[in-house]
């Protein structure tokens, strides 16, 4: 009884194991498409923003917004290596 308990549980556990969790999926795919379109977005979206806001303001808004571009690259390529390292990746089937 006690060893058949015991398998229950590595079964589990093993079955926890296997598949990550469907918002961690979701989190590593969000990051990738994130990390591959941010350089692609921010020049166009500051060129804007800077045209609004006036030629003066417009030199400070592209390096604020230059450097805050970088750190939610840089926050994005950590979460997505700390997602992937804690849940592996499962093979396709």
């Known amino acids: ?11 589990q556990a093993t079955s926890i194991r296997t598949e ?12 990738v498409v994130g990390i591959l379109l941010l350089p692609l977005g921010t020049p166009p979206v500051l060129f804007a923003a800077s045209a609004f806001v006036g030629p003066q303001a417009g030199e400070s808004l592209r390096m604020v917004g230059s450097m805050v571009a970088i750190l939610l ?17 499962v093979p396709r089937r």
Do not use: Y
């Open 20 to 31: 990550p969790p469907h918002w961690v999926v979701l989190a590593v795919k969000i990051c």
């Open 73 to 89: 690259w840089l926050a994005m390529l950590a979460g997505a290596q700390i997602l992937t390292a804690h849940f592996p990746p």
């Open 1 to 11: 009884m006690a060893h058949a308990i015991v398998g229950l549980h590595v079964g």
